[in-house]
């Protein structure tokens, strides 16, 4: 479980996140929407613990991600923007480095990596060097690092961006499996329809606020439109006026 | 601990692969630099015995007016050429440089001669010709000896003893050896050895901080449950693996064409032995993990390989610094110079490659000093790793 409370962070004189507060449930998809410059990326990383939160609280699983950073970041798996991987390094050279650094034993990489190798469709490239990759056997490269120590909390930062169409289905496929197992998911994204295709739940931020929150029906109802982009927009204007 | 040795192992196992690390740490390390040092040392060797041994050529005109004074000049090795030149044809052919010397006797020389007055002799030299001074010091040289032969003839002759022209007897003792006129190419030896030390490790560090960030690997490092220090010791630790095996390869090539070049001819009689091998690398080694660390602090400020790649070449001038005031200030080893990191090992490169005892207490003191900036270095790039910027 993931859990947001009043975070703020500020750049010098910008306020990338005025007021954060958020919950992400086991065995749901949360889906962190909203414009680019909103705050996402910068929410997540308060949450997966790159950037310090210049005020309010957030959990993983109960624990603190800024007094006990290193025991949260053992219960997330991550995927951050435009994620890299190694070039020189094979797809399953990168997962094992990670499994490795979140403390699995050899073996235990190895094992993790085949498996994951299989779920992610990896098998043709992936005992290949990664310089060559696709950006869709890179993101599947760098998803399968993220999940390498089956991670009960899972946060990818605009995963589908420059994906083909196949690639965004089979990364669908995967939430719902992780999803099934009862894991916590959160992404953001600022399309609108694949987050009403995927997300139980929809945390839509603006100008660095939660400006609406609850389930896609619950946001349609809420916004009195039949279509969730309209719903989506309509929740941004207030927003837009005010600043 | 075991995360250092992770981070260690995989980056020592990516730039293994990796060309760019291949031309920098093994490349330029073995090959490049000891075939420069070796052109550079066999050049001062063949400068230093072609002037002591190559004969004059002089160019003579009316050589037939002086018989003896010719013949005195060919006794000291000195070519003669006879050539048809008049003043101004002398001239122009030393301003040209077609020769380099012209000596012309002059009608009356024989009968001043003997007459007992001066005889005159035209001597044309271009002394902005740094390349022919020696050579027109030799010609000179003989043509004094040869005036101060015939007036001690001409002083017997009348009854005085010819000792009465030396009021002051003048007796040259050069110090200089052939070792220590060797300085300057010890300072380039020493330098190139630091240098492509440092350069072994260049790639490594550049890739694993700015490249690691450009390629956008950075953050999700950053989300493993390891301390940021210890993913930063694990790098600037394989960094330096590199720089050691650059510096190996590179003491090991030296050595190799350093024996093909003959050093005896520079008076330097090392034997350049697995020990002395061992004796050089091991004084240089210390020095990697500082010049690992201080790349890494810098690469820490820049946001892209190439950005690094301007920066971190300055430090690879910090180096140079100490060795300059050490050539330019003629400095000994003393205890308080022992502590400066690159001098200290110049001392000692310079000591060893002399066949000089080096002080286990110099010795001592560089390793100390130089592995404990090392670790100071280390643990504020380790610090800095920890600021947000960092992300870009």
Redesign the interface.
């Known amino acids: 479980m993931i859990e947001a409370r009043q975070l703020k962070k500020r750049f010098g004189a910008v306020t990338a996140v005025q007021d954060v507060s958020l919950t992400a449930l086991d065995g749901r998809i949360t889906g962190l929407l909203g414009p680019n410059g909103a705050g996402k990326s910068t929410t997540l990383?308060m949450l997966?613990?790159?950037?310090?939160p210049d005020g309010g609280e957030a959990f993983i699983d109960g624990i603190s991600v800024t007094e006990r950073s290193?025991?949260a970041?053992?219960r997330?798996g991550?995927?951050?923007?435009?994620?890299?991987?190694?070039?020189?390094?094979t797809a399953r050279?990168n997962i094992t480095?990670?499994g490795?650094?979140?403390?699995l034993s050899r073996e235990d990489c190895e094992v993790r990596a085949t498996e994951l190798i299989g779920l992610l469709d990896m098998a043709d490239f992936a005992d290949r060097?990664a310089k060559g990759y696709s950006q869709g056997e890179r993101l599947k490269t760098?998803l399968a690092?993220?999940l390498v120590h089956a991670p009960q909390n899972i946060l990818l930062d605009e995963p589908t961006n420059g994906l083909d169409v196949r690639a965004v289905r089979t990364l669908r496929a995967l939430l719902l499996k992780l999803k099934a197992t009862g894991r916590c998911i959160l992404f953001s994204s600022h399309v609108m329809q694949e987050v009403g295709v995927l997300c139980d739940e929809v945390v839509v931020i603006a100008d660095g606020r939660v400006v609406a929150a609850g389930t896609p029906e619950e946001l349609r109802e809420r916004a009195g439109t039949a279509d969730l982009e309209e719903a989506f927009v309509r929740f941004l204007e207030p927003a837009a006026s005010h600043s | 601990m075991r995360s250092i040795l992770i981070v260690l192992r995989k980056e020592l196992r990516e730039n293994l692969r990796d060309r760019r690390t291949f031309l920098s740490a093994l490349l330029i390390g073995t090959v490049l630099m000891p075939l420069l040092v070796a052109m550079l040392v066999n050049l001062t060797v063949r400068r230093g015995q072609s002037q002591d041994n190559k004969p004059v050529t002089l160019s003579v005109v009316h050589g037939e007016r002086a018989p003896n004074l010719i013949a005195d000049l060919g006794q000291y090795r000195i070519e003669i050429k006879a050539v048809n030149l008049d003043d101004a044809a002398a001239r122009r052919a030393v301003s040209g440089q077609q020769r380099r010397i012209v000596l012309a006797i002059p009608e009356n020389y024989a009968s001043q001669l003997a007459a007992g007055l001066p005889a005159p002799v035209l001597l044309y030299s271009d002394s902005s010709d740094a390349a022919a001074a020696a050579d027109v010091g030799r010609v000179r040289a003989v043509l004094a000896r040869h005036s101060s032969g015939i007036a001690r003839l001409r002083l017997m002759a009348r009854g005085v003893d010819p000792t009465v022209l030396s009021a002051i007897a003048i007796q040259d003792i050069d110090v200089a050896t052939p070792t220590s006129r060797s300085v300057l190419i010890l300072g380039t030896l020493t330098y190139m050895i630091l240098l492509t030390m440092l350069m072994g490790g260049l790639h490594v560090t550049l890739d694993a901080t700015a490249g690691e960030r450009e390629r956008g690997s950075l953050e999700s490092l950053l989300t493993v449950p390891v301390r940021r220090e210890q993913l930063i010791y694990g790098k600037i630790l394989a960094a330096s693996v590199f720089m050691l095996l650059s510096l190996t390869l590179t003491v090991c090539a030296m050595a190799v064409s350093l024996r093909f070049v003959g050093l005896e001819n520079l008076g330097m009689n090392v034997n350049l032995n697995a020990l002395t091998i061992l004796q050089l690398i091991g004084c240089c080694a210390p020095l990697a993990p500082l010049g690992a660390s201080l790349m890494t602090i810098v690469a820490a400020f820049t946001r892209s390989y190439r950005e690094a790649q301007t920066y971190v070449g300055l430090v690879l001038l910090i180096p140079t610094l100490p060795l300059i005031f050490a050539s330019t200030l003629g400095l000994r080893p003393t205890l308080w110079l022992m502590m400066v990191p690159s001098l200290s090992q110049h001392f000692m490169v310079t000591g060893l490659l002399r066949a000089e005892p080096v002080s286990v207490l110099f010795a001592g003191l560089s390793v100390t000093v130089s592995l404990a900036l090392g670790g100071i270095a280390a643990f504020a790039a380790g610090r800095l790793y920890h600021r947000e910027a960092l992300l870009g």
């Open positions: 990383r997966y613990t790159v950037l310090r290193l025991e970041r053992r997330m991550v995927l951050p923007h435009g994620a890299g991987v190694y070039p020189h390094l050279e480095y990670f490795e650094l979140h403390g060097q760098a690092r993220a």
